[in-house]
Antibody
Framework: QVQLVESGGGVVQPGRSLRLSCAGSGFTFSNSALLWVRQAPGKGLEWVATISHDGSNKYYTDSVRGPFSISRDNSKNTLYLEMSNLRAEDTAVYYC????????????????WGQGTLVIVSS | YVLTQPPSVSVAPGKTATITCGGDNIGGKTVHWYQQKSGQAPVLVIYYDIERPSGIPERFSASNSGNTATLTISGVEAGDEADYYCQVWAGSDHPAWVFGGGTTLTVL
């Protein structure tokens, strides 16, 4: 079965950086687009970033474009989210999500979700 | 693009719950629905407006037309208590995956 296991969360001071990882298994990692979706405490879901199956296309929500960078290593079945210049508003559970196709455009849906990793930005 | 959901819906066991998702001409887009139980990751319950993934009960159905998409849960059970989110893909020039604000379903 599909497994997505996030790691790298923790408490970080404002302005610092953090890298999240997501290890995928149980599916052909290189065939699927992947996303990061976050959820602030007590709030709803917010899309953060998307990367196509081969890394050729990357998209970001406006609030993180620039400070955040999504990447993947298909040889290691791992997705990454590099987060820099973190702010209190970035405090959230970050979910790694497998998309229904290779590019996740148009009618793509979010098939499988990891359990999430919590990032707390606080001094 | 903004998706609007009611914050909460309450229903008695065995009754039918209806959760709406409003958006400008949302009927022209493809809507997906996710269920998130307390302390857990979201789970896909409806995709392509009306399709159910394997393992999702037939009690879950949906529609999408005009400015409103609707998730319907028939014969509601206590285990259906959760937050429900609608989601669409918005924009080809500036892609974005948009979620509604979520609806908390309470089973009375």
């Amino acid at each position: 079965q599909v497994q997505l296991v996030e790691s790298g969360g923790g408490v970080v001071q404002p302005g610092r950086s953090l890298r999240l990882s997501c290890a995928g298994s149980g599916f052909t990692f290189s065939n699927s687009a992947l996303l990061w979706v976050r959820q602030a405490p007590g709030k709803g879901l917010e899309w953060v970033a998307t990367i196509s199956h081969d890394g050729s296309n990357k998209y970001y929500t406006d609030s993180v474009r620039g400070p955040f960078s999504i990447s993947r290593d298909n040889s290691k079945n791992t997705l990454y989210l590099e987060m820099s210049n973190l702010r209190a508003e970035d405090t959230a559970v970050y979910y790694c999500v497998k998309a229904s196709d290779a590019y996740c455009g148009g009618d793509c849906f979010l098939v499988d979700w990891g359990q999430g990793t919590l990032v707390i930005v606080s001094s | 693009y903004v998706l609007t959901q009611p914050p909460s819906v309450s229903v008695a066991p065995g009754k039918t719950a209806t959760i709406t998702c409003g958006g400008d001409n949302i009927g022209g887009k493809t809507v997906h629905w996710y269920q998130q139980k307390s302390g857990q990751a979201p789970v896909l319950v409806i995709y392509y407006d009306i399709e159910r993934p394997s393992g999702i009960p037939e009690r879950f159905s949906a529609s999408n037309s005009g400015n409103t998409a609707t998730l319907t849960i028939s014969g509601v059970e206590a285990g259906d208590e959760a937050d429900y989110y609608c989601q669409v893909w918005a924009g080809s020039d500036h892609p974005a995956w948009v979620f509604g604000g979520g609806t908390t379903l309470t089973v009375l």
